[in-house]
């Protein structure tokens, strides 16, 4: 009798074979760009103290040093990497999002890849294939997920050690079969829950450093003969029976090679949750036209679809970490200062008064229509109304870095410079910025943090 081979295994078909030329130049130039903006997120996460733990954890774990740690261009063990990098790089909420499947693949998929890729020292063309192996399974594993799987799993932390298993086993090298079985101990090795959120818990930087050690220690038992269930998506008791009511196994094989789902990747414009942009967007574009201060502000109504309210309703701004998950807070934050930037989140805001008093005036409700979109959209109405009886209205469909609304080249690198600039040396942001910007002319990436 014929045994169909199992998804792992189609998967593995496609990406053991996949070849650089094959790639077609736009996603290749997206590629670099993912590259870019989450090496600004890693670096910037220096000062941050679940960085500052995990660099204490990595002292006390000494080892080879043949990948970068990149807060601090330090060099460590890969796994010890990897589980820094991901954290670094989630902390300061800049790092990039899949929409469609509510999923920052940059934080949990690339700390894997680059650390296996500095071991191996292997070219720029290899880095960039290993990159969208992991960004296209970990998406797919995403999408496949449904949303229910959002309610309880944090996307980030399950599928991304799907991607960073896969994005690393293309870096080795890996044939079909090893390939399965990094796939398969990474699904065994999913994990990552929400509940951490109701108290600002650390967890959240855990989950991307985690997911990224373990997709790469599944990577490399993998490479050694260590076997994993080649049925781990759809097994009786695999991934998504576990984890999941409403998954769609296709979307993990469907159009492979002619769908790139990576393509449909968005960066991260204001540093807070992703679930907050559009609801800034619009509270900006309504105010934009007033031109007169927030004094004057009677009520804000910020409508936003379901999934919004469902992660962030519940959330109190009592740290400045919790503030980037607090909808009135960022929307407070944007009509009071006209932006929401790294600087926007600390003690003293949480405690201003005036944004305090204009958070009282926001309220926030689900509109249906809205919802029906989510999580092909994730759009927001807003309405202000102020003392002499006028209202402003905005809406937002696509948020700046969307697909839909993409950041220049420019903005890119004025990104990347903002998240560096008290951290490295501006002669280092240009070099980096230089380097990645043509990664495919690079014999060896492990020379990208030796300048």
Request: net charge neutral; glycine share 8%; aromatic share 10%.
């Amino acid at each position: 009798m014929m045994i169909s081979p199992s998804i792992s295994q189609k998967l593995a078909q496609f990406f053991c074979t996949l070849r650089f030329e094959d790639l077609p130049d736009n996603l290749v130039y997206q590629v670099k760009t993912f590259f870019l903006d989450w090496l600004g997120s890693a670096v910037a996460g220096l000062s941050q103290p679940p960085t500052q733990m995990m660099l204490s954890l990595a002292n006390d774990m000494k080892g080879a040093e043949e990948a970068t740690i990149i807060p601090n261009n330090s060099k460590h063990l890969p796994l010890v990497a990897a589980l820094v990098n991901g954290a670094s790089s989630h902390v300061m909420e800049m790092d990039d999002l899949h929409r469609q499947s509510i999923f920052h693949p940059a934080a949990s998929i690339l700390p894997a890849v680059f650390a296996s890729a500095e071991k191996e020292h292997v070219s720029g063309c290899d880095l960039i294939l290993g990159i969208l192996t992991g960004y296209e399974i970990g998406i797919r594993a995403a999408l496949a997920a449904g949303k229910s799987h959002y309610t309880f799993w944090h996307t980030t932390a399950t599928c991304g050690t799907f991607g960073a298993a896969a994005g690393a086993a293309k870096i080795l090298g890996l044939d079909m079969e090893p390939f399965v079985w990094a796939l398969g101990s990474a699904g065994t090795q999913s994990s990552g829950l929400w509940e951490f959120l109701t108290e600002g818990a650390m967890s959240k930087q855990l989950h991307p450093g985690k997911s990224s050690m373990n997709g790469l220690m599944a990577a490399m038992l993998a490479k050694k003969g260590f076997t994993g269930a080649s049925y781990i998506f759809e097994g009786k008791k695999g991934f998504f029976k576990a984890t999941s009511a409403d998954y769609n196994l296709r979307v993990l094989t469907d159009g492979l090679g002619e769908i790139y789902h990576t393509a449909r990747n968005s960066l991260k414009y204001y540093a807070s949750c992703g679930h907050t942009h559009s609801a800034i967007e619009a509270a900006l574009s309504a105010w934009r036209g007033a031109n007169m201060d927030v004094t004057a502000i009677r009520s804000v109504t910020v409508s936003v679809y379901q999934g919004a309210l469902d992660l962030l309703e519940n959330v109190t701004a009592h740290t400045p970490y919790l503030g980037k998950f607090n909808l009135p807070f960022c929307v407070a934050t944007a009509l009071n200062f006209g932006h929401v930037d790294l600087d926007d989140f600390t003690d003293k805001r949480i405690i201003n008064p005036k944004l305090l008093a204009l958070m009282d005036l926001i309220s926030l409700k689900e509109d249906p229509k809205l919802t029906r979109q989510y999580p092909q959209k994730w759009p927001s109405r807003v309405e202000i109304k102020v003392a002499n009886g006028k209202t402003y209205k905005g809406f937002c469909e696509f948020p700046k870095g969307d697909p839909e609304n993409p950041f220049s080249e420019k903005e890119l690198i004025q990104k990347f410079n903002k998240l560096c600039e008290k951290i490295i040396t501006k002669h280092q942001k240009d070099r980096i910025v230089e380097l990645v910007l043509s990664l495919e002319k690079i014999d060896d990436v492990a020379n990208i943090f030796q300048g």
